[in-house]
């Protein structure tokens, strides 16, 4: 009894070290990407200064991220093997988002001076950014970052299961008002993958700008590391 009640904390901190584990691997694997996205950036501060680089830099992103996810929501306009489809596609449309907003996250850092790929202040300081972003409790109160990846992966999945379902009902209401015309059809459709791209460029300008925010906290922290 005692064993299948450990079981529950067992796996959620195996999924937390998972995700602590994804992070860090994001960071190395885009090292390049990020640092060339930061020297673009960098090249628009003479003229145009450090601060709107910054933006522009996060809304180039953004939208790069928002056709990237209408593309994977394509699927679901074909009936059937579509819906199949896009349920599978839901953990690919997660990881392309997460990937993006670490990308961005870490591009922010090097074109402020934190050039620190390697070091656990910049993984923790992403993790807290996502964290923050996507509404994990705790993030506010000080949560460790170990903590936060627990409640990430606890809690992301099923409120994407919840918005897909969301999704749905939105697309039978639609269905409903709409006259019953092919071409009627289809705006149920583009309104679910409409929402898809806004919820991509929200999520990751909201990334970008509280990276900005907290970027002073960062530059502390790598130099208390050093």
């Known amino acids: 009894m005692n064993r299948h009640r450990q079981l529950g ?12 584990s994804l992070v860090a691997n994001l960071i190395k694997g ?3 990407r990020a640092h060339s996205l930061a020297k673009i950036a960098r090249e628009e501060i003479p003229s145009a200064g450090l601060s709107i680089a910054a933006q522009n830099l996060i809304e180039e992103m953004a939208q790069a991220q928002a056709i990237k996810n209408s593309l994977i ?11 199949f489809l896009s349920v599978w596609l839901i953990g ?11 990308t961005l996250i870490h591009a922010l850092c ?4 934190v050039d620190q790929d390697d070091s656990q202040a910049m993984e923790d300081f992403a993790i807290r950014m996502i964290g923050e972003v996507y509404g994990i409790t705790g993030v506010d109160k000080g949560a460790s970052p170990g903590v936060i990846s627990k409640d990430f992966m606890t809690k992301m999945l099923p409120q ?12 039978k209401i639609a269905a409903r008002i709409l006259p019953i015309k092919r071409r009627s059809r289809l705006l149920p459709i583009g309104i679910g993958l409409s929402m898809s791209a806004y919820h991509a460029y929200h999520t990751i300008v909201s990334v970008g700008q509280l990276s900005l925010k907290q970027m002073p906290q960062l530059k502390l922290a790598v130099a208390g590391d050093s």
């Open 160 to 171: 994407k299961y919840l918005d897909m379902g969301m999704n749905r009902g939105l697309h």
């Open 92 to 102: 690919l449309e997660d990881f392309f988002l997460l990937d993006q907003s670490v």
């Open 73 to 83: 929501n394509v699927p679901s306009i074909v009936p059937g093997i579509g819906t």
């Open 9 to 20: 904390p067992k796996v959620m901190d195996t999924l937390g070290d998972q995700f602590r």
């Open 30 to 32: 885009n090292r390049k």
């Open 110 to 113: 090097i074109l402020h001076g």
